[in-house]
């Protein structure tokens, strides 16, 4: 079956600039997970939801990071006025039951 | 959250087994032990999860300590492909506690022909 997808594989902008990134999450998968992953280091946890609403935005780095759900699909993360220091790879995951958690490919976003 | 310390680095050779060792000395009576693996410009994926008791699934097995302060990720054979980082992740509760991973940084693990 199909897995969990994200859009665009790799985004480009300039500093400044507002950028959406969007997640398609494993069909009928409830929990719907955002992490980061910087150069080198493991993934970390920015924000969960289940169902439409946010269950755990503890992960969140600063109020330029906003992410919806509002049919309790598809999501998208926004980031506005993007800094350099939000170069990463924005990973996705979905659940179920809550025990495994299966991931997209990321969205690689470089700021220049 | 409970966190795992892991080698940042191990090596093996093609065809013989692998064993990636973790520690977690906080783990409470709740956590279950997970451990996903990352290739090479992809999103982590799942490998093996257990509580108590020693699992095994086609990927790998993993055992657990008795007291469960540690846990062993065991390829079996390993190959080309097995070159990756894993991830050993405490996750706190049931199979419906939605909660987060905490990843660490894992073990990179080199596969030698």
């Known amino acids: 079956g199909a897995g969990v997808s994200q859009t665009p594989s790799n985004k480009v902008t300039e500093k400044g600039k507002y950028v959406e990134l969007r997640c398609d999450p494993i069909?009928?998968?409830?929990?719907l997970y955002w992490y980061r992953q910087s150069l080198g280091q493991g993934p970390e946890f920015l924000i969960y939801?289940?169902?439409?609403?946010?269950?755990?935005d503890s992960g969140l780095p600063n109020d330029r990071f906003f992410a919806v759900r509002p049919e309790g699909s598809v999501s998208t993360l926004k980031i506005q006025r993007t800094e350099r220091g939000d170069s990463a790879v924005y990973l996705c995951?979905?659940?179920?039951?809550?025990?495994?958690?299966?991931f997209g490919p990321g969205t690689r976003l470089l700021v220049l | 959250d409970a966190k795992t310390t892991q080698p940042n680095s191990m090596e093996s050779n093609e065809e013989e087994p692998v064993h990636l060792p973790c520690n977690h000395s906080?783990?409470?009576?709740?956590?279950?032990i997970h451990w996903y693996r990352q290739l090479p410009s992809q999103g982590p994926e799942y490998v093996i999860h257990?509580?108590?008791s020693n699992v095994n699934n086609r990927m790998a097995s993993l055992a657990i300590a008795e007291d469960r302060k540690s846990s062993t990720l065991i390829l079996h054979r390993a190959t080309l492909r097995d070159a990756a980082v894993y991830y050993c992740?405490?996750?706190?509760?049931?199979?419906?506690?939605?909660?987060?991973?905490?990843f660490g940084s894992g073990t990179k693990l080199n596969v030698k022909p």
């Open positions: 939801f289940q169902g439409t609403g946010a269950a755990d």
């Open positions: 069909s009928g998968h409830t929990a």
């Open positions: 995951a979905s659940s179920r039951r809550g025990e495994t958690q299966y």
């Open positions: 992740i405490l996750r706190d509760g049931g199979a419906y506690n939605f909660n987060k991973f905490y």
């Open positions: 906080t783990i409470s009576g709740t956590d279950y």
């Open positions: 257990g509580l108590t």
